[in-house]
Nanobody
Framework: QVQLVESGGGSVQAGGSLRLSCAAS????????VGWFRQAPGKERESVAA????????TYADSVKGRFTISRDNGKNTVYLQMGSLKPEDTAVYYC???????????????????WGQGTQVTVSS
């Protein structure tokens, strides 16, 4: 089992940047993949980005491609989401999630992930 805690959220103006962190604990000795997801009020949860155990495979939703970068530091058991060129449409609660690695690697399907953090709020103003 992996426990996850997100941090780094806040309020920024459009065009600004933020870096979110996802700190993992628990059974982190086994390979695990991590995804970032977000949910705005009244909307369904949507995928943002995902990364496999080694960091060699990443995938992004079209809405954030070219603006966001996912990375990880396994020595610190931490996954990052660097967000740039932020838009008001990026306003949401951001969640990280983990699953133990499998043949499929990093995926953007939320139901593939077993362990979820509590979320961190990102607000982007015009």
């Amino acid at each position: 089992q992996v426990q996850l805690v997100e941090s780094g959220g806040g309020s920024v103006q459009a065009g600004g940047s933020l870096r979110l962190s996802c700190a993992a604990s628990g059974r982190t000795s086994s390979p695990y993949d991590v995804g970032w997801f977000r949910q705005a009020p009244g909307k369904e949860r949507e995928s943002v980005a995902a990364i496999n155990w080694s960091g060699g495979s990443t995938t992004y939703a079209d809405s954030v491609k070219g603006r966001f970068t996912i990375s990880r530091d396994n020595g610190k058991n931490t996954v990052y989401l660097q967000m740039g060129s932020l838009k008001p449409e990026d306003t949401a609660v951001y969640y990280c999630a983990a699953k133990y690695s499998s043949l499929w690697g990093a995926v953007l399907t939320s139901r593939a992930y077993d362990y979820w953090g509590q979320g961190t709020q990102v607000t982007v103003s015009s």
